[in-house]
């Protein structure tokens, strides 16, 4: 790239768009500790008491179109900079994407939901993802919500039929 570029070297990648890097020789952390701080400071949530987890398993969320409304405004930026902080905490997506369902016409009953999520941050906020240098492949398990059911009258020849 040296070649075909003119580059400069500036010293190790320590931030980057918002990414912390850490970098050892054991490997490399990433996380977005300050970001969340400046995100729980933005939502006036920096003296509220943390949670263990970022939903309950007892939560329904839905409509509640009889709920009180709230700022749209407000909740899409909070909901937006979840899903930014996601880069490093891919394990809070789900309790995000429950929550950005009601961006339409969010309510008191979503917000307090989306303020569960940062209380959770809040008593988490120095956890990442760690790259270790040591692994020489990387193991990527996936699952499926799928019965790979026969649709018709579809013949594969490797599955008995």
């Not at 040296?2 to 050892?24: A, D, N, V, W």
């Not at 309950?56 to 749209?72: C, T, Y």
Request: proline share 2%.
């Amino acid at each position: 790239m040296s070649k075909e570029f003119e580059m400069s070297m500036m010293g190790e990648l320590t931030f980057f768009l918002g990414l912390q890097i850490k970098q050892s020789k054991d490997g490399i952390f990433i996380n977005q500790a300050k970001y969340t701080k400046e995100l729980l400071k933005r939502f006036d949530m920096e003296a509220s008491n943390a949670f263990d987890t970022p939903m309950s398993s007892s939560l329904k969320l839905d409509k509640d179109e009889k709920g009180k409304d709230v700022d749209i405004k407000r909740y899409r930026g909070m909901i937006g900079s979840l899903f930014y902080l996601t880069a490093s905490r891919p394990y809070i997506m789900f309790s995000v994407c429950l929550c950005a369902r009601f961006q339409a016409c969010p309510k008191e009953s979503h917000l307090i939901a989306v303020k569960r999520i940062l209380r959770y941050l809040k008593g988490t906020h120095d956890l990442g993802l760690w790259f270790s240098r040591n692994t020489s492949f990387f193991y990527l398990i996936g699952y499926s919500d799928a019965d790979y059911a026969l649709v018709g009258n579809i013949d594969y020849p490797w599955m008995d039929t």
